[in-house]
């Protein structure tokens, strides 16, 4: 499968701490910009980071590689989706457990999430 069609989840926090975390899915094959996160208004902090291994573990009560946004639905964190996957009529994303990727319309995981399409993509990645 095409590493564009592959969408990792990442953790990410405000620099203040005082925001919620927020997933952030992109492309396998891109990189997450957080300047660009940090610009969109549903952001809660301009001033972003990229959780630790071991924070986004605890937050998400999952290891890395095997976070999935579906399985954190009732912790009320905010969602985004990089925009370049509203060209996909479908896609995977984590299932959970590492090495275990699940295949959904993209549409049907932007409903369930409630993520939220931004630009904040850039090539690279892997």
Do not use: C, W
């Amino acid at each position: 499968v095409d590493a564009a069609r592959v969408f990792k989840t990442l953790v990410v926090l405000g620099e203040t701490g005082k925001g919620k975390p927020m997933l952030v899915m992109v492309p396998g094959s891109a990189e997450l910009d957080l300047k660009a996160l940090g610009a969109q208004p549903a952001a809660a902090e301009k001033r972003l980071r990229m959780a630790t291994q071991r924070e986004a573990e605890k937050i998400t009560g999952l290891l890395v590689g095997g976070i999935s946004p579906l399985s954190l639905l009732q912790k009320g964190l905010q969602v985004f989706i990089d925009s370049s996957a509203l060209a996909l009529d479908s896609l995977y994303v984590s299932g959970g457990q590492r090495g275990v990727n699940l295949h959904l319309a993209t549409a049907d995981l932007i409903k369930v999430t409630g993520a939220i399409p931004v630009a904040v993509s850039r090539p690279g990645g892997g």
